[in-house]
């Protein structure tokens, strides 16, 4: 089964949004073994945040092939995966529940295959919520990859804390790390420039993300000189992996910005390239920052909060507050902080993946196959919660389709395909546009 010398190693990879999309397939090309060339089909999980073409494009990650699949429609192609077009690996770039139902789908079209893919799962950033519950979720896979020292120490403790195999648990970096070191300051061929990097739920209400918007604003004209930037992920009606409810372009309209403002969609990467100062709650894009080296602020200007994800920089040197921006200061970030975080700022980047290489060449070259999978939750020690995880996928509780699950049967003909692209789109406006109003209504 593993790739020789002249055959492409064969990866799919199985995202449920832009984000989760974007690490699956740079993770794929980062954990390939050696300089095996690479052979990458992508599959998008139909749902809520299936990235548009633009999205995809913005994300800049290509792949030989790209389909939107429901979940029974990627077991039946794993399924039919075989000889040539079977996989070596498989990076499920999903939510955890979308990973767990995976898992159990994929344990029962494989349970009487000798080989199969190695299975390869992991988080797109900062771990700040939810960690038993995601990691318990993802536990089963071959590989769990932990984004960081931090992260590796966590995943286990939580895996031996339950009894549960911790040896999947693998330390990596974020895979989307790179680009040019901060140069310093321009010397007049550009502005200084400040990017705001948004994200979609955080905070999660008008309130403080108006507040946060005049903030930017406010910095723009205190400092005329200067080119402020507001970083956003999305355009409305779009998803990404989280749900914005309250886009601020829609909340840009309220507001008077001075000429040296601006927002800017397109790849955070070739944004950062004229970046002077990043500025967030707690995106990841803080993590990119500090790699580069860039001066990098996580705001606590709303608090330094578990629902904000900011307290996951604490001990980092870059919490401060717009108050201190605004007055010239720039925090210093600390140094043993940045490299338990796997940003590998002192260029130990390059060997970030080694042991997941290894790993994933060693199971390839196993004589005998892999074993099956193993999740810690099934029927016996999960029997109140699995069954729903699986359902919501169309999964009965020993991983085989429910009947009425959508595509189980065939392929989606023509007609079928036109009633999904609409049903999704109704099912997006009234997730973006009528839930919000529903819920603002019920606070009156």
Not at 26 to 44: F, K, M, N, Q, S
Request: with cysteine; aromatic share 6%; proline share 7%.
């Amino acid at each position: 089964m593993p790739a020789s010398a002249t055959k492409a190693l064969r990866v799919a990879v199985l995202a449920d949004s832009d984000t989760r999309w974007k690490w699956g397939a740079l993770t794929a090309t980062r954990v390939r073994p050696g300089d095996t060339e690479i052979h990458l089909d992508g599959y998008l999980l139909r749902g809520r945040a299936t990235p548009t073409a633009r999205q995809l494009q913005e994300v800049g990650v290509g792949a030989d092939s790209l389909r939107e699949v429901t979940a029974v429609e990627f077991l039946r192609a794993m399924e039919a995966a075989r000889g040539e077009d079977s996989y070596d690996v498989l990076v499920l770039a999903l939510v955890g529940g979308g990973v767990q139902a995976m898992l159990h789908g994929l344990g029962r079209v494989w349970q009487d295959r000798a080989e199969r893919p190695v299975v390869v799962t992991g988080y797109v950033g900062v771990v700040y919520e939810k960690l038993a519950d995601g990691l318990l979720l993802r536990h089963g896979a071959d590989l769990v990859l932990a984004n960081s020292r931090q992260d590796a120490d966590r995943f286990r403790a939580v895996y031996e804390g339950v009894g549960a195999d911790a040896a999947a648990v693998t330390e990596v970096a974020l895979p989307f790390l790179g680009g040019a070191a901060y140069a310093g300051e321009p010397d007049g061929d550009r502005p200084y420039t400040v990017v705001f990097a948004a994200q979609p739920s955080v905070p999660d209400n008008r309130k403080d993300r108006t507040y946060l918007l005049e903030r930017l604003i406010r910095h723009a004209r205190l400092h005329p000189e200067r080119e402020v930037v507001l970083k956003l992920r999305s355009k409305p009606g779009e998803h990404t992996t989280h749900i914005e409810e309250l886009p601020y372009q829609k909340l840009v309209q309220r507001a008077d910005p001075p000429p040296n403002f601006r927002l800017v969609y397109g790849h955070m990467g070739e944004v950062l390239d004229r970046t002077d100062l990043l500025v967030t709650i707690s995106s990841t894009a803080a993590l990119e920052s500090l790699h580069r080296g860039i001066p990098t602020v996580v705001l606590s200007d709303l608090g330094v909060r578990e629902a904000l994800g900011n307290h996951h920089f604490v001990g980092s040197g870059c919490l401060a507050s717009w108050d201190q921006l605004d007055e010239g200061h720039r925090p210093a970030p600390d140094p043993e902080w940045v490299a338990r975080q796997g940003v590998a700022a002192d260029g130990g980047y390059d060997t970030a993946f080694d042991e997941a290489r290894e790993r994933i060449a060693a199971l390839l070259a196993r004589p005998a196959g892999l074993p099956p999978l193993a999740p810690y939750y099934t029927p016996v020690t999960a029997p109140g919660y699995l069954p729903g995880i699986l359902a919501r996928h169309h999964l009965g509780p020993d991983g085989t389709p429910l009947p009425g699950a959508p595509a189980a049967d065939k392929s989606p003909g023509p007609v079928r395909q036109v009633v999904r692209r609409a049903a999704r789109g109704a099912y997006r406006h009234g997730v973006q546009r009528v839930a919000p109003v529903i819920r603002r209504m019920g606070e009156l």
